[in-house]
């Protein structure tokens, strides 16, 4: 028992030395001690006549030592404790005040061990005054022997950590050689609230800086004036968010520029930014203009409504057109379609011979001639709205500039509002996207039907229809050999017990019946056994897009429905009880068996009601979506069904988890900033 009592008081000692850069005055630590635990060092409980005793019998706990004029116990470290030391030692050393004795005079000679309770050294006989003995001072001798050297400097350095781990235990009374200063270096939070803080910040510092500043250079500044530090990744993160150019050099670091520095892309020259690409895989995109068989301009969300009203605004305020040709590089508004229609320009060349420009269109990523007298400079106004065109590749789809090719995909893309699928990028700048039609009740990959289209010998182009109104029964058919049933559906005005499977944005998640919950455990363990037994005798070489298979992810087997063929052994998994999309290699995919297939889907496609995004241009940021993963994601809600859209719900989101508070997912979005209300 007294061993026990003796390790937690030893624990406790060495925590409060530990929190103390550079160790406490002999005469302050009982006081420390029972601030932080509640009560004083028991040294009599173990048999020790002073505290000062005890804590010499200690030397891996603590060790006593002059620093300057000072007593000082500092604290020793164990393997434990060890990163709360490097933390302390990070911390910047306290300025230290008090007047200055006058020359020849002796300042009061300093206290040794107090413990409130007196004796000498802390205790055990003597004295009962408050604050215990003050011993005399060492007797004073030509050459001290018991005290470091009174230089301005030195006396103001404390023995570090460092050395007092690699030295042995230091007696009060064996001189102390301080000759290397101490150097400390501040230690920075890094900045909390992602790229939306940071970003702004950094661009902020980019300001004006057309020659860039190397990484080095950003990072030091953003911690001088911020006090900050930036995440390891904050270059990638913001040159792929088209925030800024980074320019890499073997053996040196990268330089950073602004965004709207000198480049090749088609915004270089101009001074309207680019729009923040999302940071989800899935993104809500519709298809504004084709270059190519595989290189398309997409604007993002609500884009579209946008432009309109900016349009709108600029054909009010486009006067006095320029009789003298345009400079090239610069930003114009200009009439297009029989002067019907307005559009943000930059000129790329000037024809003297019939005064017209060819111009780019910065929100369609089309390039068109126009007459010059039809250009208006582009007042600062019209230019705060980002270019909303971003330009995109179809993964898996060759790259042909054929009229006949091209005409086939602008006809069938152009105008479509899709899902597309984030795989990866194009020389780290350009995305690299497949193409899902969402709005019927299965998914199609638009880019499977170009390239079934670019590949077939006659060119039979697919048909596309409209979407058609969603059938009247609840039976999904998905394509291939086999079907399940769509999940039952609450009523508008019904509250759902209900479980967050997976979450895209708040505008796209997915969402599982509470009730439904242990049927469906049970299922997973089933084809878990099932196909841990059986599993090598089932076999396939039929992989049809749409058909249903069973998954195994992390041990345990799941239903999923194949998306896409990335490769002869690569797949695009949908798992269709809890709506996310996963990459699975052919080994880890076997066909479903039939007993598996009575059950519907479990998950359910969803979004929050009354709440949209701050800024639209640049979609749900990070912070939104984090928030509402932590808060959802895997949690027991309550959903109230506001409206249907097909097979979708719409939902305010309740969390009841704390007795007697309801707490509105929704409201609580808008109230924290990370949404606006509808």
Not at 310 to 320: A, D, E, G, P, V
Request: aromatic share 8%; with cysteine.
């Amino acid at each position: 028992m007294a061993d026990k009592k003796l390790e937690r008081c030893k624990k406790y000692l060495r925590s409060t030395l530990l929190s103390n850069k550079g160790g406490i005055p002999a005469a302050e630590v009982y006081k420390h001690y029972k601030d932080l635990v509640g009560e004083g060092i028991p040294y009599a409980q173990f048999n020790f006549p002073n505290l000062e005793a005890f804590l010499s019998s200690m030397p891996d706990v603590c060790q006593i030592c002059w620093s300057g004029r000072d007593l000082m116990v500092v604290g020793v470290a164990d393997r434990a404790t060890q990163h709360i030391e490097k933390m302390v030692s990070k911390q910047q050393n306290a300025k230290k005040g008090g007047v200055r004795p006058k020359r020849g005079s002796m300042p009061p000679p300093p206290p040794r061990f107090g413990n409130g309770g007196g004796g000498s050294y802390g205790g055990g006989g003597g004295s009962s005054r408050p604050g215990g003995n003050v011993r005399p001072p060492p007797p004073v001798v030509s050459a001290p022997r018991f005290r470091p050297p009174s230089s301005p400097v030195v006396a103001k350095k404390m023995i570090t950590n460092s050395l007092i781990r690699k030295s042995p235990p230091i007696s009060p009374r064996v001189k102390i050689d301080l000759k290397t200063p101490v150097q400390s270096e501040k230690a920075y939070y890094e900045t909390a609230g992602g790229q939306a803080v940071y970003g702004t910040r950094v661009e902020e510092l980019l300001v004006g800086r057309q020659h860039g500043l190397f990484t080095s250079q950003v990072e030091k500044m953003y911690q001088k004036k911020w006090e900050q530090s930036l995440p390891r990744d904050w270059c990638d993160m913001m040159e792929r968010g088209r925030r800024v150019r980074v320019m890499r050099e073997a053996g040196a670091s990268p330089m950073v520029y602004p965004a709207g520095g000198n480049n090749n892309t088609e915004t270089s020259n101009c001074s309207i930014s680019r729009v923040t690409l999302p940071n989800t895989p899935e993104w809500d995109i519709t298809i504004c203009s084709v270059t190519s068989t595989n290189q398309i301009h997409l604007w993002l969300g609500e884009a579209d409504h946008h432009l309109t009203r900016l349009h709108k605004t600029m054909l009010t305020h486009h006067f006095n057109p320029a009789p003298s040709p345009p400079m090239v590089g610069d930003l114009y508004s200009a009439l297009v379609a029989g002067d019907q229609c307005i559009r943000r320009v930059k000129v790329l060349q000037v024809d003297r011979s019939n005064y017209s420009a060819k111009c780019f269109m910065l929100d369609y990523g089309e390039e068109i001639v126009v007459n010059w007298m039809k250009l208006v400079k582009l007042e600062m106004k019209f230019r705060e709205l980002p270019a909303q065109a971003v330009k995109a590749s179809l993964a898996g789809v060759e790259q042909k500039t054929g009229k006949v090719e091209v005409q086939f995909v602008k006809k069938y893309l152009q105008g479509r509002r899709l899902v597309g699928v984030l795989v990866g990028e194009v020389d780290k700048v350009i995305p690299s996207l497949v193409l899902f039609d969402t709005s019927r009740e299965e998914d199609i990959m638009i880019s499977e039907e170009i390239i079934k289209y670019i590949s077939s010998p006659n060119n039979n182009p697919p048909c596309y229809q409209p979407p058609s109104p969603p059938p009247s029964t609840t039976q999904a058919t998905y394509p291939g050999s086999r079907s399940l049933a769509a999940p039952p559906l609450p009523a508008v005005g019904e509250y759902y017990d209900l479980v967050v499977s997976h979450i895209v944005s708040p505008h796209i998640f997915y969402v599982q019946s509470h009730a439904t919950l242990p049927t469906y455990t049970s299922l997973t363990v089933q084809m878990t056994n099932y196909y841990a037994n059986h599993g090598s005798s089932i076999t396939t070489n039929e992989y049809t897009l749409g058909s249903l298979f069973a998954m195994v992810v992390s041990g345990s087997w799941y239903r999923a429905r194949l998306v896409r063929t990335l490769s002869s052994s690569l797949f695009c998994m949908c798992m269709v009880d809890t709506g996310k999309m996963v990459m699975a290699r052919k080994e880890t995919v076997k066909p479903l068996v039939k007993q598996f297939l009575q059950l519907p889907v479990q998950a359910i496609k969803s979004r929050l009601a009354s709440v949209e995004v701050i800024n639209e241009n640049e979609g749900w940021g990070e912070m939104p979506v984090e928030w509402f993963r932590h808060v959802a994601l895997k949690k027991s809600l309550v959903g109230l069904v506001e409206s249907k859209s097909g097979d979708e719900l719409i939902f305010t989101m309740y969390d009841t988890s704390v007795q007697d508070v309801d707490t509105v997912l929704n409201t609580e979005m808008v109230t924290m900033g990370l949404a606006r209300k509808k």
